[in-house]
């Protein structure tokens, strides 16, 4: 029987937490940059997610501080993320809006407007598609099936958290899209992709 050496492990548990760790700091610190409010969350092992302090069952999306603390210090945004891999969230109605679609549906807008215009960024998880748009350019619209326009105030998870089931992660990146999208021209188009698969 071959014998797992306690101390590797623990030092190569360690290696993946620290490279975590630097990934989301640094990506909180640049939607900090980008004019993006953020919040830490919780800890998340793709199962079950935590306060890192209290070790409290938490909600995917529940804060570990008060929203009313959404910021863009960079200051504070690193002191956040200066221990625990928490994952990053960040509210709605402010520097952005967000329209959640299916996945299999924000692939098929994504092909129908070539990656292009009127698309900005997009995120991808396990509980589907997160368009980012102009705020209150969604204007209104009629309910498209599984198409949400999350409310204002409401908090998203941002890339690379971890989040139940997987991770989230950028289809389309502010990084290489320095406009949001446009609200109404994708809604309209989600409910004709709709329409068409009946």
Not at 40 to 68: F, K, M, N, Q
Not at 124 to 132: C, M, R, T, Y
Not at 155 to 160: A, D, G, H, R, S
């Given at each position: 029987?071959?014998a ?5 492990r623990?030092?190569c ?5 620290g ?14 940059e ?7 969350g ?7 997610a ?6 409290e069952l ?5 804060p570990t ?26 509210p ?10 299916p ?14 215009h ?7 998880s ?19 099936p ?12 941002l890339?690379?958290?971890?989040v ?7 289809r389309i990146s ?9 609200g ?5 188009k989600?409910?004709?992709l709709?329409r068409?698969?009946?």
């Amino acid at each position: 029987m071959t014998a797992v050496a306690r101390g590797s492990r623990s030092r190569c548990l360690a290696r993946d937490h620290g490279a975590a760790l630097r990934s989301l700091r640094a990506a909180a610190e640049h939607y900090a940059e980008l004019g993006w409010a953020v919040l830490p969350g919780p800890v998340c092992d793709g199962l079950t997610a935590w306060h890192p302090v209290t070790l409290e069952l938490l909600g995917g999306r529940e804060p570990t501080v008060s929203p009313a603390d959404a910021t863009v210090d960079r200051r504070v945004v690193a002191e956040w993320w200066a221990v625990h891999r928490q994952t990053i969230l960040a509210p709605v109605g402010g520097a952005f809006d967000v329209v959640r679609a299916p996945t299999r549906l924000g692939g098929r807008v994504l092909a129908a407007f070539d990656g292009g215009h009127p698309l900005g960024p997009m995120a991808l998880s396990p509980h589907g598609a997160f368009l980012f748009v102009e705020p209150g350019s969604c204007g209104d619209h009629d309910p498209v099936p599984g198409v949400e326009v999350v409310a204002p105030g409401e908090l998203v998870v941002l890339p690379p958290s971890r989040v139940v089931s997987g991770v989230v992660w950028w289809r389309i990146s502010p990084v290489d899209r320095d406009s949001l999208g446009d609200g109404a021209e994708l809604l309209g188009k989600l409910a004709e992709l709709s329409r068409e698969s009946g």
